[in-house]
């Protein structure tokens, strides 16, 4: 088997001791195979959490002292280069005596990268990018997250085919049919916490749980997150939800993100009504939008979608469709901007 086959077979194992760790959390899911030099197994190991072992230590902990010496590290991300609840991991490696260290993606932290260029610089040998692609799919939410200092957004709404998020009188349930609805809901259970502004709690009273089709509570419930200077009463559904909810002013929306970031939220699921999305839209905060369709008209002025800083049609928002899938008699499409638009964000 050639060096290259080798690294990949490693690296793929490292990927499935990765999946062990959780995949909400600040820190990364990240898996780690100590190699000896004929190729055999040493130690393996993956990360539980913030605050326990990172991958590379938690498998070094498992061999007798100076049994790494020589040895081949492979890791499904850059050894860390910062000392936070752990030591770098880059300096554990070194300390181990490790000779060789192999890893899948660059660590895009402001203050955890450079581990790669630390080890190198000690005299060990680096090779990054073995199965990038697989490792960057794996993690995915994590580095988007890690890389903005904020979780990926999306904003949902349901619209009738005029764009119309409610009739005159302000009545909008249903709009779309059971299969859009529960789609929803199976994309709430994804996400690490659900937006809504004041105005829709006190408007709906909505539970904010990710629910299947009988009602009962899916495994994974998004942490409800309440925008607004209004009181909600005591009595409000949200407060019975599975997680505590969380409450914020909503003035500085990328200050919002960047403390949800801090609590280990990754993809932030925006359903808070047209208020709420319009502003998300015109802060350049939105990473994906699901517009659910319904063939039906309303007319009148309860739009979906209200101010978001466009003048003329120059400063249009351009999206580009990822697809479009057919739910029951609605159709969801999923769009993404065609550029980034944190400019907008950093500016305010």
């Not at 490693?10 to 030099?37: H, K, Q, W």
């Not at 200077?229 to 919002?256: C, E, M, N, Q, T």
């Amino acid at each position: 088997m050639t060096q290259d086959a080798a690294d990949e077979r490693s690296m793929r194992r490292a990927l499935d001791l990765a999946g062990n760790g959780p995949s909400t959390g600040v820190n990364p899911r990240v898996g780690c195979v100590i190699l000896g030099a004929d190729g055999e197994t040493l130690a393996e190991g993956w990360h539980r959490g913030a605050g326990t072992p990172h991958a590379e230590v938690d498998a070094l902990a498992k061999l007798p002292a100076g049994a790494a010496r020589g040895a081949t590290a492979v890791v499904t991300l850059e050894p860390c280069n910062h000392t936070g609840r752990t030591g770098p991991c880059s300096v554990a490696l070194l300390d181990a005596g490790i000779g060789r260290v192999v890893y899948a993606v660059a660590d895009p932290g402001e203050h955890s990268s450079g581990g790669a260029e630390r080890l190198r610089a000690a005299g060990v040998a680096v090779q990054g990018g073995v199965l990038a692609e697989e490792a960057a799919a794996f993690l995915a939410d994590w580095l988007f997250a890690a890389g903005l200092g904020r979780p990926f957004v999306t904003v949902k709404w349901a619209s009738s085919l005029d764009g119309r998020a409610a009739a005159a009188d302000g009545t909008s349930q249903w709009i779309t049919g059971p299969e859009a609805r529960q789609d929803v809901h199976r994309r709430r259970a994804q996400a690490d916490a659900i937006l809504v502004g004041t105005g829709t709690v006190l408007a709906d009273d909505p539970a904010l749980t990710a629910r299947d089709a009988d009602g009962a509570l899916l495994a994974g419930q998004p942490v409800p997150v309440i925008l607004g200077s209004r009181p909600i009463p005591a009595g409000s559904a949200v407060l019975a939800h599975p997680k505590a909810p969380l409450f914020f002013d909503g003035g500085d929306l990328g200050s919002v993100l960047r403390d949800l970031h801090d609590r280990g939220i990754r993809r932030a699921f925006v359903e808070g009504g047209p208020t709420l999305a319009s502003a998300f839209v015109a802060a350049g905060l939105v990473d994906e939008y699901l517009v659910y369709l319904a063939p039906t008209l309303l007319g009148g002025g309860r739009l979906a979608l209200g101010e978001i800083g466009v003048s003329s049609i120059a400063e249009q928002r351009r999206l580009a469709i990822d697809h479009i899938d057919r739910l029951g008699e609605d159709i969801l499409v999923v769009a993404r901007p065609r550029e980034r638009n944190d400019h907008v964000h950093r500016n305010h």
